[in-house]
């Protein structure tokens, strides 16, 4: 490679005379309407076009999919909403591309809002999304809350789990849908989501191999991604793996201290943080039996937890529900169970009030666990389970313990 050498300046460098001998710079200004378009604009390209990632967080392998309301944008190629250890960024580069773009759209350029003609269209939502669905916001409530949990607590204590050995791997299947907000070309947002599509995951016992399977999600090929971890990274409640899942306690009190702790200023609030800590806990995971107990205790304790009489999770299943929302943006996590086996079937958010553009009762995504096992090599499926692309039809219900 040829190199310029570096030449030490003889001279010094007169700067008074320079900029007396250069025209004085231009002082550009934009309107302040203009500007606020453009940031606007800029914020929507980044949310539409930045691959998926938790603002606060990094991919968890093991954590599961985003909770059932975290918009597209916001959610992780790898599992997990919080925890992980590689974020996504925007980049400078990345950002000024965005910016310009945002300027010829505005300027009247392809799917801008500044063209004059087709003035009212609507763009194109993102491909493979459909409108998001509306239900009846069904209100919760504390009064059967403590029955309900002791259920759901003794079933996950009595469950008989897979247990995977030296060289095996866990798999995790799930139907999942999630939020993608759009703007379109009237300026105004509307609520899509993605189709139900199946998502499996496979990890070691230590977190250090994986993959993740999702040919309709975003960000992972239709072959997947892997979710090796080669550096071993540590261990921790936002980052977990089986093996760290059952050194923790399982005394609810204990383990609600060691959350609380461990998650201080993350998120909306320590008690919107705790309740979406366990849940990503339980989500995507082969939960020990007595810690699942534990886990499901410990968020019956954490104030503004109600309990919701009728929940549907991904797959259509209907269910009660351990539920609390985020009084930031009004939307409520629910973890449904079967009422009759009291097994964890899945996740769903609905928006409980007008927020963010966003109406409520408004299902800002769902998911359901559709199997749970030990299998032998990584990408390896259970006996009689479907291949990865295609929807194994009426889903089995998942284990009791999680």
């Known amino acids: 490679m040829i190199r310029t050498p570096w030449r030490r300046r003889e001279e010094p460098l007169d700067h008074a005379e320079l900029r007396r001998l250069l025209p004085a710079p231009g002082d550009p200004e934009l309107s302040s309407d203009r500007l606020r378009g453009l940031e606007e604009h800029l914020m929507?390209?980044?949310?539409?076009?930045?691959?998926?990632?938790?603002?606060?967080?990094?991919?968890?392998?093991?954590a599961g999919p985003p909770p059932a309301g975290a918009p597209a944008g916001d959610r992780a190629s790898r599992p997990g909403r919080r925890s992980g250890r590689r974020p996504v960024l925007v980049?400078?580069?990345?950002?000024?591309?965005?910016?310009?773009?945002?300027?010829?759209?505005?300027?009247?350029?392809?799917?801008?809002?500044g063209g004059s003609e087709n003035p009212g269209r609507v763009a194109a939502p993102p491909a493979g999304a459909v409108p998001a669905p509306v239900v009846q916001?069904?209100?919760?409530?504390?009064?059967?809350?403590?029955?309900?949990?002791?259920?759901?607590?003794?079933?996950?204590?009595?469950?008989?789990l897979p247990e995977?050995?030296?060289?095996?791997?866990?798999?995790?299947?799930?139907?999942?849908?999630?939020?993608?907000?759009?703007?379109?070309?009237d300026g105004k947002n509307r609520s899509y989501v993605d189709k139900i599509h199946p998502r499996e995951v496979w990890m070691s016992p230590d977190g250090a191999k994986g993959w993740l399977l999702e040919?309709?999600?975003?960000?992972?090929?239709?072959?997947?991604?892997?979710?090796?971890?080669?550096?071993?990274?540590?261990?921790?409640?936002?980052?977990?793996?089986?093996?760290?899942?059952?050194?923790?306690?399982?005394?609810?009190?204990?383990?609600?201290?060691?959350?609380y702790d461990e998650t201080r200023g993350m998120g909306n609030g320590p008690d919107q943080q705790a309740f979406g800590t366990i849940g990503d806990l339980l989500r995507e995971q082969v939960v020990p039996p007595k810690l699942a107990a534990g886990l499901?205790?410990?968020?019956?304790?954490?104030?503004?937890?109600?309990?919701?009489?009728?929940?549907?999770?991904?797959?259509?299943?209907?269910?009660?529900?351990?539920?609390?929302?985020?009084?930031?943006d009004g939307s409520r996590t629910e973890w449904i169970f079967d009422r009759e086996t009291f097994a964890y079937l899945g996740e769903r958010t609905v928006q409980t009030r007008d927020a963010e553009g966003i109406r409520a009762g408004t299902v800002r995504g769902h998911t359901a666990v559709t199997g749970r096992a030990v299998v032998d090599a990584l990408k390896q499926r259970p006996a009689g389970s479907a291949p990865g692309g295609d929807r194994a039809g009426a889903?089995?219900?998942p284990s009791a313990g999680t």
Do not use: C
């Open 215 to 259: 040919p309709h999600g975003k960000g992972t090929g239709r072959d997947g991604i892997t979710l090796d971890d080669p550096e071993g990274g540590e261990r921790t409640l936002n980052s977990p793996s089986h093996a760290y899942l059952k050194t923790l306690p399982t005394d609810p009190s204990l383990l609600l201290e060691k959350i």
């Open 137 to 160: 916001v069904v209100r919760g409530s504390t009064a059967a809350l403590a029955g309900a949990v002791a259920d759901i607590s003794g079933a996950a204590a009595r469950a008989e």
């Open 296 to 328: 499901y205790r410990a968020a019956a304790r954490i104030p503004g937890v109600v309990l919701v009489d009728d929940s549907v999770d991904a797959a259509g299943r209907h269910g009660i529900a351990i539920a609390r929302t985020d009084e930031s």
């Open 44 to 62: 929507t390209e980044i949310r539409n076009r930045t691959p998926d990632t938790a603002p606060d967080t990094a991919p968890n392998p093991l």
């Open 91 to 113: 980049g400078v580069a990345a950002a000024l591309a965005l910016a310009a773009a945002g300027v010829a759209a505005l300027a009247g350029g392809p799917g801008g809002s």
């Open 395 to 397: 889903p089995a219900a």
């Open 164 to 185: 995977p050995g030296p060289g095996q791997f866990l798999y995790i299947r799930s139907e999942v849908s999630g939020l993608v907000s759009w703007e379109g070309s």
